[in-house]
């Protein structure tokens, strides 16, 4: 019986100490040259908080923001509520989900945003982006000094024959803003534990540190409980557990995209995913997605989210 109350009442506002340095043992276990120290990393109440505190900690009102299409409805939702301008820019199904660079520029001219968030794995596209392509985005947000927003949430849910990248990996001079949490890979979202991860060699961002301590104060740190497992956590579970996992995901993934493939004339592409736990339908040119889920939902109770609409919405309707 464990009778030590130790983690029972408040932490510091940030998480505690040997949860955020487990935290930087796991980066720097994982990913060569990433090198975060503990005042690098605030705890939060689960990933999508990390989003809101990265988000509304770096962008203020009225100022603009890069946000993915198709992209996690929660962004939307995060900006709309700090009244921040969302700007779309698009990713091509034709190159597996990356993102269109040519038309994310001319965004970035005619916008001229504060941020730009970048979802890798995505939500809802399965994409893993190359390390080419990431370098291609930073030298992008270089050029107009834009701040990078990294949502990692996905990082170790990786299909056979793909790698993951951090960003802030492959950037040695420039800030980046990393937002992950325990949720995806262990399948906890309740345990409500995620991650501000702060990449700024050059201290070009200082002020965000002051701005994230400051909104980590408003809820006093998250579960300190889950905090005091973390260092356990991450340190005791085998790797199989991640090789099963993934697996599991990519054979589902397959068996989804087979029947489609092998009866082209459905009308129906399948994207084949390259991680996390999605797969976007493309659907024959002029057809209204929302009217096509609600026909499916009525005609053969298979529940779909339709591209074009956020999930709370769509939850609503129904």
Not at 114 to 141: F, K, M, R
Not at 282 to 305: K, M, Q, W, Y
């Amino acid at each position: 019986m464990v009778t030590d109350s130790k983690h029972n009442g408040y932490g510091p506002a940030v998480g505690l100490e040997e949860a955020r340095q487990a935290v930087c043992d796991r980066y720097r276990r994982k990913h060569d040259g990433l090198n975060y120290t503990k005042e690098d990393i605030i705890l939060t109440s689960g990933c999508s908080h990390a989003l809101q505190m990265a988000i509304s900690g770096a962008v203020s009102e009225g100022e603009k923001i890069l946000l993915p299409c198709p992209g996690f409805s929660i962004y939307h939702t995060i900006v709309d509520h700090f009244a921040i301008q969302s700007i779309d820019y698009p990713l091509d199904p034709d190159k597996s989900w990356q993102i269109d660079l040519e038309k994310t520029e001319a965004l970035i001219k005619e916008h001229r945003p504060t941020a730009w968030l970048i979802n890798n794995p995505s939500n809802p596209c399965g994409s893993v982006y190359s390390q080419e392509h990431l370098l291609d985005c930073l030298e992008l947000a270089k050029k107009y000094r834009v701040l990078v927003i990294a949502d990692e949430i996905y990082e170790d849910l990786v299909f056979e024959g793909h790698t993951f990248h951090p960003m802030a990996t492959l950037s040695p001079d420039y800030p980046i803003i990393t937002c992950s949490g325990l949720a995806k890979r262990f399948m906890i979202p309740g345990w409500r534990l995620g991650w501000v991860a702060i990449h700024d060699p050059n201290n070009q961002a200082h002020a965000l540190r002051g701005a994230y301590f400051n909104l980590a104060c408003l809820i006093l740190g998250p579960c300190t409980l889950v905090q005091a497992a973390l260092p356990s956590i991450f340190e005791n579970v085998p790797k199989e557990f991640d090789l099963q996992v993934n697996a599991t995901l990519q054979e589902n993934a397959q068996a989804f995209c087979d029947p489609f493939k092998e009866n082209p004339q459905c009308g129906l592409e399948v994207i084949l995913p390259q991680g996390s736990m999605y797969l976007l339908i493309r659907l024959p040119p002029g057809t209204d997605d929302i009217e096509f889920c609600r026909s499916l939902l009525a005609a053969e109770n298979v529940s779909l989210l339709p591209g074009t609409v956020p999930l709370l919405w769509f939850l609503n309707v129904h």
